[in-house]
């Protein structure tokens, strides 16, 4: 979820080509920096290393280290599934239009989960925004 709201705010990366179809091999990765050649067979490999990516930070949340972290190694689209997209426009919906959750159907307890790391990231790519302006 942290990832589909920093691509939602910023657009998602071009990914190389070659990591568009799976399986491909990446020369190093953005976790250890090592020269060692890692092989991705399925997008459960590309989780394990979003897993190893999203190790507690206090300068970076989720979504801002894997907006800048999986280019390198992955394309972000195998990573947002639609439901993420839909619970972002939904976020929207609630926070810019003023609808009530009771308007768009009973709020389960996952949508809240997922309404806080969307406005969480909303404020980190804000933040981010900004540094980009002011230089």
Known sequence: MSLAVWCWQFGTPE????????????AK???NYKHDPVRIETT???WK?????????KNYTDGQALFYSVPFFADCNKLIEPWMMETISEFNYIT???VSLGQLDTISADRLDCFTIIDNEINACTQERAKKENG
Not at 49 to 57: A, E, T, W
């Open 49 to 57: 290393i979003v897993n190893d990516i999203c190790k507690p930070n």
């Open 96 to 98: 810019r239009f003023n």
């Open 15 to 26: 990914p190389p080509s070659k990591y568009r179809c799976l399986p491909y091999s990446v």
């Open 44 to 46: 459960k490999d590309i």
């Open 29 to 31: 990765l953005p976790v």
